[in-house]
């Protein structure tokens, strides 16, 4: 038990562990009777000996020409860590920093291929969000329509109480396909003479752009609050005005 809760509070290795009590025990020692005691190969040992030195869990010693080992004493271990502990804290301000930053870049995602691009519509299940959307419509459905059909993507949209609002090209086919919209959640306005190449959905801070079409496939997945907002407000007027 006590190698076990070693490994944790030091974030040792099983084997180094192990090393590290054997020389705790025997005071001082050879590589030999380290890899004895602590049952871990001589080969192995050598290759992590060089870390638990520079991190100052293991001080090396010279007698004539052997090199001998020992553990520091157990409560210099506790000053080791205090002292990692008020170094990073010195660098808390400057990780900080990196944090914010990164927090305000917009995060773009490239995909391609019709068994990629198809997940793509299944991260809106695992956001939770109202979606809004421009779809091509009949390109989709030809490409993978049937296949998210199939696996129950819209009807699990519904169950998770994810509202689909969409403007698609108007045409008969489509206005068929709306008819079971109050179902699943979903609410369509038709644009006559649209001419959409592509899907884009809107979902919380994320922007989907997706090209289903069989001659090439693609996805484009944009997280930034700034181009959801702005796009979201570009749908609504228009839903406004159909």
């Known amino acids: 038990m006590l190698s076990k809760n070693l490994l944790q509070s030091l974030n040792l290795t099983v084997a180094q562990s192990a090393v590290y009590l054997a020389a705790l025990e025997l005071g001082q020692a050879s590589m030999q009777d380290l890899a004895r005691k602590s049952g871990v190969k001589r080969t192995t040992i050598y290759k992590f000996i060089g870390e638990l030195k520079d991190r100052g869990l293991i001080i090396e010693t010279k007698r004539k020409t052997r090199s001998l080992y020992a553990a520091v004493p157990p409560e210099q271990l506790v000053e080791i860590e205090k002292a990692r502990l008020a170094e990073l804290n010195n660098l808390l301000p400057q990780l900080n920093a990196i944090h914010n930053a990164a927090l305000h870049k917009p995060r773009v995602l490239f995909y391609e291929g019709v068994e990629v691009v ?46 689909l609002k969409w403007i698609i090209p108007d045409s008969s086919e489509a206005r068929e396909f709306t008819k079971r919209d109050f179902g699943l959640l979903r609410e369509t306005k038709f644009l006559p ?31 930034d609050k700034d181009v959801a907002d702005t796009l979201r407000e570009a749908w609504q007027q228009l839903w406004d005005r159909l």
């Open 118 to 163: 198809r997940e793509m519509y299944k991260d809106s299940l695992r956001e939770r969000q109202p979606i809004v959307a421009w779809s091509d419509f009949l390109g989709t459905k030809t490409a993978m329509g049937e296949m998210l059909e199939l696996e129950g993507y819209p009807a699990e949209r519904a169950r998770r109480n994810i509202e």
């Open 193 to 223: 003479e649209a001419k959409f190449k592509m899907d884009i959905n809107i979902y919380g801070n994320k922007v989907a752009l997706v090209n289903a079409r069989p001659e090439h496939p693609f996805a484009v997945l944009i997280e």
